[in-house]
């Protein structure tokens, strides 16, 4: 009798806007607004709902291969999960309690809040990390957890006695992270330095690359055999095969790799199999052989744990991407600015909290928490007596803040190839809102931006991590920039709420904008005037104050995502009946026909007009159909130009002199058709 483990660790680097709490638009995501939507349906909302068809393909039924399986799903994935894909996020939370019902212990296991590389981290972040995430688990599955995954399975002595400390039973290791493994595939045993004992599970090595990598998911029987197959070296003690991989293997690395998940779950507990988790095991079986730790040591970089600090060779495309020495610099530079957070938290904290980093400790029980009563409730307990609303404001801004001191070394940072990766503006974003919060973003900015620049990027165009920074930096702040949204959409008669970034809120009265940030209850008041309108485009000036001589303009680029496209299809509403046809109106309105398609025809056929007359009612009606395109974000279509070119060409060179502004707007350039 042998037992069965799968693990799937579930994880994507994070996506959303600090500032503002959503997740941008990603173009490659196409078809879907973002990597989180796409993935989820690629992946999550497949694991939960597997197909098992029969010989002629007809479904059979639906298995949620969660129940089964072990998993743990990254705190920053669920806190999306929980908002945006409610029934998938059930659905992950049902299979765990399914699981205890069946085996007495969970499948589910916890991971530290963020995606940090402990062994880079010091104890009391990793304190912080392992009690978030033992909080984030106990709130969303309603118990206790026993065992952690550790991002890229990154390990040191000091991360295991943290976890043994804080009531971890067990965590996964890759088999090369341990010597002296005992037969079997059995749990070790490990005794930290300080003398606290933990379960070290080593995955099997092949089985695991043979899932992610060798083609496994597109076989289940084979996939079957190999598991029967592994030999038991010692036939006096239990035998466990178990196996580890991204839970983005099921359905997203490989399409339906969820359906050849859920066969040979069935394949195995039908070949006498006891299919199961990591505790339930343990609690028949406990760890008693002790293992060495090969450490500091991860499952992702064959140099311990160099891919996130140093040009270890680690890499995805070597070619594009020759050089990884930006990693030192931009390690160094977080670790500067946590350096300065902390000491910004600590000397403000001690004359607000009872105890600053017991505090920072109890803020995961709230953090991934909408519900700002609850938020205040929760940090009154750690004020010192006496604490006003301002003192309360005040507390909550330190701790977001030391959020994003510990969510700026995500790894994914430096998983990747250059510096001017999504994932290292992500984490830039990060300590954007870390120094806003901390009141001393001069000199810490200033630090920062030094040593980025150290961190040289394989690309020309990039230049290095300072100016990947500068390009992320806005002369206004994000509470102004959601002012001038908020009075934008009240000047175009849209209620601004369902339009406003989750992360804040605002109420508009005439010129007078009050900004409320969810996060920390601070409020913001602002004059906001128009600046300038035009068809397709508008622009207002936010100020302090009336008495404020200075301020910032907010052009409509800079508005946030979902205000920005409130109000760009109010002002395209506005322009459709001047530009399309009766005909086209209705084709629109039943789904017959696409704006951008329509609006394409629409300006093709107003500069074939210019051919008949080159008036200004004509050129008007051109440029305002020009406008109304540039308002989807899209390219100027290859008709419109075709025909622009072909409508000048034939026109003499006086009369042609008009169209020429058209024709720059259009992409030609300067004097093109003398």
């Known amino acids: 009798m042998r037992s069965l483990i799968l693990h799937a660790h579930f994880y994507q680097p994070p996506r959303e806007d600090p500032f503002f709490g959503d997740v941008d638009a990603e173009a490659g995501a196409a078809p879907f607004h973002d990597w ?26 639906l298995v949620n291969t969660l129940e089964w399986i072990s998993y743990n799903v990254g705190a920053t994935l669920f806190e999306w999960m929980e ?123 092949d089985i695991s690359h043979g899932i992610a990598f060798g083609g496994f998911v597109r076989d289940a029987d084979a996939w079957a055999r190999a598991l029967g197959s592994v030999p038991q070296t010692d036939p006096a003690l239990p035998m466990l095969v178990s196996a580890a991989t991204d839970g983005e293997t099921y359905g997203h690395h490989h399409k339906f790799a969820e359906m050849a998940l859920a066969r040979v779950l069935e394949r195995a507990r039908e070949g006498g199999m006891t299919v199961e988790n990591h505790a339930s095991f343990l609690a028949r079986h406990p760890a008693t052989h002790d293992v060495e730790l090969v450490a500091p040591s991860a499952w992702s970089c064959a140099h311990g744990v160099e891919r996130w600090r140093s040009n270890c060779g680690c890499r995805i495309d070597g070619q594009s991407n020759p050089n990884q020495a930006w990693r030192t610099p931009l390690r160094n530079a977080m670790t500067g600015l946590q350096a300065g957070i902390h000491a910004v938290f600590q000397r403000e904290g001690a004359s ?33 007596p006496g604490a006003n609303a301002a003192g309360v404001s005040r507390a909550l801004e330190l701790l977001e803040m030391e959020r994003d001191a510990m969510r700026a070394v995500t790894s994914c940072a430096w998983f990747f190839d250059d510096i001017g990766g999504l994932e290292v503006r992500q984490v830039l974003r990060y300590a954007a809102r870390a120094l806003a919060l901390s009141g001393d973003t001069g000199r810490l900015e200033r630090a920062l931006s030094r040593t980025l620049g150290n961190a040289r990027s394989n690309h020309a165009s990039v230049g290095t991590g300072a100016d990947v920074w500068r390009s992320l930096q806005h002369p206004a702040t994000a509470a102004e920039r959601v002012a001038a949204a908020a009075k934008a959409l009240h000047d175009l008669n849209l209620d601004p709420a369902p339009h406003l970034p989750s992360g804040m809120a605002a109420t508009v009265e005439d010129d007078a904008v ?56 109010a002002l395209r509403q506005a322009l459709l009946p001047r530009f399309l046809t009766p005909t086209e109106l209705e084709h629109l309105a039943s789904g017959e026909a696409s704006l951008r398609g329509l609006v394409a025809v629409a300006l093709t056929r107003a500069i074939r007009h210019l051919a008949a007359d080159q008036g200004q009612a004509a050129r008007d009606l051109a440029h305002g159909t020009l406008d109304l395109f540039e308002q989807l974000e899209v390219s100027v279509p290859f008709d419109a130009q075709t025909a622009w070119w072909e409508v000048a060409s034939a026109l003499a060179p006086a009369e042609r002199e008009p169209l020429r502004d058209l024709g720059r707007r259009l992409g030609f350039a300067e004097g093109v058709l003398p």
């Open 36 to 61: 989180n939507q796409r993935i989820e349906r690629e992946c999550y909302r497949t694991v939960v709902a597997a197909r098992v068809t029969g010989d002629r393909g007809r479904i059979l039924r």
């Open 352 to 384: 607000l909290f009872t105890d600053s980093w017991g505090a920072r400790d109890a803020w995961g029980e709230v953090v991934a928490s909408a519900d700002a009563v609850e938020r205040e409730r929760h940090v009154a307990t750690w004020l010192r």
């Open 514 to 569: 009050e900004v409320a940030v969810r996060a920390t209850g601070r409020r913001h008041r602002f004059v906001v005037a128009l600046q300038q309108r035009t068809p397709s485009d508008l622009s207002y000036m936010v100020r302090g104050s009336a008495a404020s001589s200075t301020g910032h303009a907010v052009p409509l680029s800079a508005f946030p995502e979902r205000a920005r496209h409130g109000v760009r299809t």
């Open 83 to 205: 908002v945006e894909a409610p029934a998938t996020y059930q659905a992950f939370l049902a299979a765990d309690r399914a699981s205890v019902a069946r085996l007495g212990h969970g499948n589910a296991m916890a991971q530290p809040y963020h995606h940090v590389i402990l062994p880079l981290a010091s104890r009391r972040d990793k304190v912080s990390e392992v009690r978030w995430g033992i909080a984030d688990f106990r709130r969303r599955y309603g118990r206790d957890p026993e065992g952690m995954w550790l991002p890229e399975t990154a390990v040191d002595d000091e991360t295991l006695d943290v976890l043994a400390q804080e009531g971890m039973r067990f965590t996964v290791l890759a088999p090369y992270q341990v010597v002296g493994a005992p037969p079997n595939g059995l749990p070790g045993r490990y005794v930290t330095n300080a003398g606290r004992a933990i379960a070290v599970v080593p995955y099997h090595g």
